[in-house]
Every structure is written in C-alpha cells, then in structure tokens.
C-alpha cells in the first residue's frame, strides 16, 4: 500500500476534493468508510511512551515503564515545565503533518474527527485525570479572520459535549497579535508569546483551585502551552495540564 506525502503548501483542487471523498482514505486513497483507514492507523498510529511532562516521545526502552512511574525527557529533569502533565497523541510527522496542515488552514475541518478519535484513544489510554475547565488555545483576531475558524476550540468544543466538560472560549483570551511560532527560533518563540494572553477579568476567579487542561493542536517547542499555564498558575489554578493532538519529534523541528 503506498502513502502519497502531502505537500505542506496549499493543496491542488484534486487534492481536495479526495480529501473530502468520506469513501477514501485520506493517506493512502484506498477505500474506507473513515478518514483515514484502519491499515493506516495500524501503521501511522502505534501507541509510544512520552515524557510526562512536555509530551516529547521518549527512547523506546522507556515504553515499559508504568504510567506511575511518570518518566520524564532530560530537558524537563533539568527545567521542570510549568505543566502537571502533557498527553500527545501523536508524533507531527507524516502522514498527520499533512493531515493536520489541511485541518488547520484549508478548512478540512471533516478531519475533525479522526484527529479526535486520536486524542481520546491517547487521553483513554493514559488514564487522564477530568478536568474542570477545557480550554482551547485562543487565536487572534487576524488570525482568526485569516483561517475561518479556531482549530482547537473546534477540538475542544466536541470533546467537551463528548466528556461532558466546561469549555468556555472567552475565558482565555489572547491579547496581542504575534508572528508565527513555527517562523522563529527556540530562543525567540519564549519571547513571542510572553504577555500575549490574559484571562477574562470578569471570570478569572472560576478558575482559583481549578483543574484546567489546555488543548491544542500541534505543540513544537511548548512556549505556548507553558505561557498560558503560567498565567493560568497565577490566576489560582490549582494543576494546568495540556492535552494535544500531535508533538514534534524533537523539540523546535517544525
């Protein structure tokens, strides 16, 4: 069975037009009543251990160890995140880079779904504690114009009817339009997003002693998630943890 990859820029016509077929995988084109096929799941989905705290997979000699004994990658030893936990789905990496590059920003939001069934398998398996409150990691208004539509609250909001959790998108708020994380450097993304989100002054004493976990699509070098936990933090919250469809295989190699 071949896997065509999926170019990163914006798909031809055909493209998307297969990609919205509900008879065709989305990887390998083979006919399938889902989005993308249980022989591509088999193969492009397989279950790894990753670091307890920032998601990063880790060595496969770790994979045996118990999700008590919550193993963590060298960088997280060294510099704890401000996270109780991070729980990844899956590695950005073919095919679910291309997948999750039409999700995001060529309104392929059929692919919804299967993204979730992901991150539900991943949160199921990794016995994730419920929390009180589901956030979605807020977008600008510019950018919110540019794309159509928030990728993860679009996650956020079906997970919550599924779970029957809180999910509130005013609650977080992001206050200053910043550049592209994925366009930066590790050094600059830490810089880019400091003082770019704000909680809802109305609401922010909801979330004193709350469990919060934070969802968002695609996590490279945490800047981001590790931001908004720390505001979170400040506000009274008592564990922030961040759930995540797909985490780059090496920190910063998006």
Known sequence: MSALPLAPGK???VERVLMRCP???AVCRAWSGQHVCADCLQRYAQAVSRCWTCGLQLPTGLGSW???SRPRCGNCLKKPPPLERCIAALDYRFPWDGLLQHYKFHQAIELRETLLERLEQALDAAQAERPDWLLAVPL????LRERGYNQSLELA??????RKLQCEPQLLLRVRHTAQQAS???????ANVKRAFALEPRRAGDLRGAHVALLDDVMT???TLFEIARILRQAGAAQVQAWVVARTPQAGSD
Request: with cysteine; charged share 40%.
């Open 184 to 190: 930066l450097t590790l050094k600059e993304r830490a």
């Open 66 to 68: 118990r999700l008590r």
């Open 140 to 143: 600008t208004p510019e950018r």
């Open 23 to 25: 008879g065709q995988c």
């Open 157 to 162: 909001r079906s997970l919550a009817r599924r």
């Open 221 to 223: 070098s945490g800047e």
């Open 11 to 13: 798909p031809a016509l």
